[in-house]
């Protein structure tokens, strides 16, 4: 490795000392449907964060209170001799995707058949401890 490629490497490495992530795979809920929760959290300090997800009536809510308390644990584990209080821990970002379909066929008028598509997504949330 040359000198400037193992520089570049080093301060990656240290830039991606604060930050932790989670994933959430083939969670039943619809993109469309988490994308509505995560736009609410994004962008904020985790304990405010923690408590709109509490406080939120969606199903989808659940869920992403889970996976943020998975991230932060996460952090905790990376830097050890931190505390979220010292530090100011926000969510970086949340990523929906979609994931598989469920194909099912609901029964229909006169012998046809509608499709019924149950979706799913991948959830990825990023916590970042910078001051």
Known sequence: MGARKKLRADSIKEENKSIAFAKLNNSPISPRKMRLVADLVRGVEVNKALNILQHNAKDASLSLSKLLRSAIA?????????????EKLVVK?????????????????????YRVRKRSNHVT???DGSK
Do not use: F, H, Y
């Open 74 to 86: 996460n952090w905790e584990t990376k830097n050890e001799g931190k505390s979220i209080e010292d």
């Open 93 to 113: 970002s949340i990523e929906v995707g979609s994931a598989g379909m469920l194909k099912r066929i609901q029964t229909a008028p006169q012998g046809r058949a």
């Open 125 to 127: 949330i990023v916590v």
